[in-house]
């Protein structure tokens, strides 16, 4: 039976709708800005001080590997638009506070990609929006807020990782052709643990001993290989436990191959007197261990002692 002439058109399967993204910090606000540039519908969710920087001055973007540019795009500091993806990306520390922005209700059936590090933020992401398909997903990048709405996106690369998660498939892979048109590789994968836990043996390690160090992952590596590689093994011997097998070898070639330079969030965090996801990352592994009946010695001990640390203020 043909439409009524006066239908609404059926939505396009290729097209991912409105991308919403929370919190436009060093990641979310480099994916914000790549897809406003591309010509897709974006939104941002923020501060009240960070939306009005950003609704007067643009999304503000320095990168050696996308170009320096300024993309206009709506923000706000609640949601105010039906999304067909919600970009989820705030630090761990902020996450309750910045889903306070976005109601369950405005979300609806969305597309919900999370680009927090650890795996906790998954249940916690699908009991606040439980009609929404919450994928699994995780970035590879160093980019930093320098300011509202200034970010600098300073590695040679950047990468997405995302599960299908049971979702809708053509939904999907919409949103991935969307990142991809953007400039940035998107993989598509099957197993969403195993999305999580391959971006958690890279990235605890270097977050935990570079910011006990107080150093630089060149520095980290020279001075505390063995500590980098004892953590390594506990989240691989986790991750087995819960069914994801995790390569060592392919661990040690991919530390070996980070910027000498190069300084994880958490560190950075550190340094500025900002909260640290300590309790989200490390602590997280420490829960997962528990539970597995995995021991954690190293985790355990770099944990105790940088929960001691205290932010400035």
Do not use: Q
Not at 197 to 221: I, N, S, Y
Not at 227 to 242: C, K, N, P, T, Y
Not at 265 to 270: F, Q
Request: hydrophobic letters at 50%; aromatic letters at 4%; a neutral charge.
């Amino acid at each position: 039976m043909p439409a009524h002439p006066d239908a609404a058109p059926a939505p396009d399967p290729r097209d991912p709708g409105r991308i919403t993204v929370l919190a436009p910090g060093g990641v979310g606000g480099l994916l914000a800005g790549l897809l406003a540039r591309a010509g897709r519908t974006v939104d941002v969710v923020a501060t009240p001080d960070t939306a009005a920087r950003i609704a007067a001055d643009g999304l503000r973007v320095d990168s050696a590997a996308y170009g320096d540019f300024t993309a206009a795009v709506e923000a706000a500091p609640r949601a105010r638009h039906r999304p067909g993806v919600l970009v989820v990306a705030p630090k761990a520390t902020a996450l309750d506070a910045a889903l306070d922005r976005v109601p369950a209700d405005l979300v609806g059936d969305a597309l919900v990609v999370p680009l927090l590090n650890g795996f906790e933020h998954m249940a916690a992401l699908r009991a606040r929006y439980p009609d929404a398909h919450v994928l699994s997903a995780a970035i590879r990048v160093e980019s930093t807020r320098v300011a509202p709405g200034h970010i600098v996106h300073s590695s040679p690369f950047a990468g997405l990782d995302v599960a299908y998660s049971g979702a809708p498939a053509a939904r999907v892979e919409a949103f991935a052709a969307a990142v991809r048109a953007a400039g940035l590789p998107v993989e598509l994968r099957t197993d969403e643990d195993a999305v999580l836990w391959r971006k958690l043996h890279f990235l605890l390690p270097m977050a935990l001993v570079c910011t006990h160090a107080e150093a630089d992952v060149g520095a980290t590596r020279a001075g505390r290989r063995a500590d980098l590689l004892a953590v390594a093994g506990e989240v691989a011997a986790v991750a087995a436990a819960r069914g994801v097998r995790l390569d060592a070898d392919r661990f040690a070639a991919a530390i070996d191959s980070v910027p000498a330079a190069t300084k994880p969030s958490m560190l950075r965090d550190r340094e500025a007197g900002r909260p640290m996801e300590v309790d989200a990352l490390g602590g997280a592994l420490l829960r997962a261990g528990r539970a597995a009946g995995v021991p954690t010695p190293a985790t355990a001990r770099i944990v105790a002692d940088l929960e001691r640390v205290r932010p400035a203020g």
